[in-house]
């Protein structure tokens, strides 16, 4: 593992809790974030015998990036690798969504994952070496009814992917994303069944798309394994974009 030390936002659960699981495993000490699980941290940062520790974040609060990352360098030792992967859904028609719900959605999704960005690359520039790894959706690249404020919040992080890249890689960073494609988690628990089967149907792998999966092509991706590759964004969603 190239990145020693690696946050992860949104470590708790889900997506980011396999994250989590996959770097220890590789043999990264990890520090992860939660805004509304406390406990699920914690079970988390316990089970990983002090290589984990787990911090508060509000994506929402404009300070506190920076703050986070010198009480994870205190704790850890200089993150080396960051995952963006803490967001929130507000779904509805575009034509009734809320002018707060839609500022909400980008400004956690999308504005949060810039701040932890911003918060961690003046490290990684000065010691020349880091990697960055954007959890997307497949929102961004097909059409979901209302997921708009969602699809736009990951589409715009993709266009940051790229970008950041072409910035930061002869300073020795690299930047790339995941796309996913439907994951059963706790944060789509609440999307309809018909809505979930139509997002599975495409699906060339009957297996889907399970957490752990996606979090292989994260670790893949900051690890040395993958020193060539930076601005790219990699689907893993059992083929249902092919």
């Given at each position: 593992m190239s990145a020693s030390?690696?946050?992860?936002?949104?470590?708790?659960?889900?997506?980011?809790?396999?994250?989590?699981?996959?770097?220890?495993?590789?043999?990264?000490?990890?520090?992860?974030?939660?805004?509304?699980?406390?406990?699920?941290?914690?079970?988390?940062?316990?089970?990983?015998?002090?290589?984990?520790?787990?911090?508060?974040?509000?994506?929402?609060?404009?300070?506190?990036?920076?703050?986070?990352?010198?009480?994870?360098?205190?704790?850890?030792?200089?993150?080396?690798?960051?995952?963006?992967?803490?967001?929130?859904?507000?779904?509805?028609?575009?034509?009734?969504?809320?002018?707060?719900?839609?500022?909400?959605?980008?400004?956690?999704?999308l504005g949060g994952a810039f701040r932890c960005c911003r918060a961690v690359l003046r490290g990684m520039v000065a010691r020349r070496r880091g990697a960055i790894v954007n959890v997307a959706s497949l929102s961004a690249l097909r059409g979901v009814a209302g997921q708009s404020a969602y699809a736009a919040a990951k589409a715009g992080l993709l266009g940051m992917t790229r970008s950041l890249a072409r910035e930061v890689g002869r300073r020795g960073v690299r930047v790339n994303a995941v796309v996913p494609g439907f994951v059963a988690t706790a944060m789509t628990a609440d999307v309809p069944e018909a809505t979930a089967r139509a997002l599975r149907s495409m699906e060339c792998l009957p297996r889907g798309v399970e957490p752990a999966d996606v979090a292989a092509a994260v670790a893949f991706l900051l690890s040395d394994r993958a020193a060539a590759i930076t601005g790219e964004a990699l689907v893993v969603d059992a083929g249902a974009s092919v």
């Open positions: 030390v690696v946050l992860v936002t949104g470590g708790g659960r889900g997506i980011g809790r396999a994250v989590v699981e996959a770097l220890l495993a590789e043999g990264a000490r990890v520090a992860l974030t939660w805004h509304a699980d406390e406990a699920a941290a914690r079970a988390v940062e316990e089970a990983a015998g002090g290589r984990a520790r787990a911090f508060p974040l509000d994506l929402a609060d404009r300070r506190r990036p920076e703050a986070l990352v010198e009480e994870v360098e205190a704790a850890l030792g200089p993150p080396s690798g960051l995952v963006n992967n803490a967001g929130v859904r507000r779904e509805s028609l575009l034509a009734l969504t809320r002018d707060a719900d839609w500022e909400a959605v980008l400004d956690v999704d």
